[in-house]
């Protein structure tokens, strides 16, 4: 079964219905349907009315309940991964507004406990000083200044200690020349101040270090619930715990290449130095 990437995210409604349908046609009421599932009735209510969305997991589970014979099984959970799966092209992005975008960002930053960026090739706008973000939006066709107020707006977020933040940026991130040297340089000092702040980790991934894969994407993982992958045309929201896990998998094999605390600050301040000569 294919699809095309417009459809990603677009079939919740479609997949409630028919497992709504799948459960009636089996004669099950929700209540016993949801002892056979092992969850709450009223999770299985949400679920058939579209106000949740079931992982795959949930709905293997219910598929496993209904018996539903093995070609249902893969068309249903098809389905699924398609309602968990999320395209947003930069078009469409740039269409609505980067501001708009950045309002989204502030209220999964607000929801979430825990957010780790895997930044590939330069640095986040949450880190970024003014110059720098400027710089990074330069090439849009688009207004631009909604989303340069929107990303130092959101800074502030750093400074809420009921959060967490891990940042893992790879040597290229922080030395490319998105800015001149000397904005540059001042760039690796704010990386450096902002590392002293009790609940942000950052880290390096320094040229030569071995991974244990080759990094294709910059990603974003919002506690264990959802991650965002960006790509030059858009990005990808996947909410599938398993996807989400093997994300947290890949994260982790980078955390373990990565150089912080006094070690990544004597970097920064080697890069910097060079920045100024």
Known sequence: MTFEAEQLGESGPELASLLRELRKRAGLSGD??????????????????????????????????????????AEVSALARLANTEWRNLRELRRKGLGTRQAELKGLEASSAHMRYFLLSMVTGLLATPEYVRASLAHSPADT?????????????????????????????????????????????????????????????????????????????????LVTIETSAGSLVLRDGRDVQTYLKEFAGYEECALFGEELRARLAEWSAACRA
Do not use: H
């Open 32 to 73: 016993r349907l949801a002892a056979r599932c092992n969850m709450s009735q009223s999770k299985v209510s949400r679920i058939e009315n579209g106000r949740t969305r079931p992982s795959l997991v949930d709905v293997e589970a219910i598929l496993r309940a209904l018996d539903a014979p093995p070609e249902l099984v």
């Open 145 to 225: 200044s909604k989303a340069v107020a929107g990303k130092l707006e959101r800074q502030a977020v750093l400074y809420d200690a009921s959060k967490q933040f891990t940042f893992l940026l790879t040597e290229q991130a922080i030395r490319w020349p998105v800015v001149s040297p000397l904005p540059l340089a001042e760039q690796m000092d704010r990386l450096g101040s902002l590392s002293y702040l009790p609940n942000v980790r950052i880290g390096v991934i320094p040229v030569g270090a071995v991974t244990p894969r080759v990094p294709l994407n910059t990603f974003t993982i919002y506690d264990a619930s």
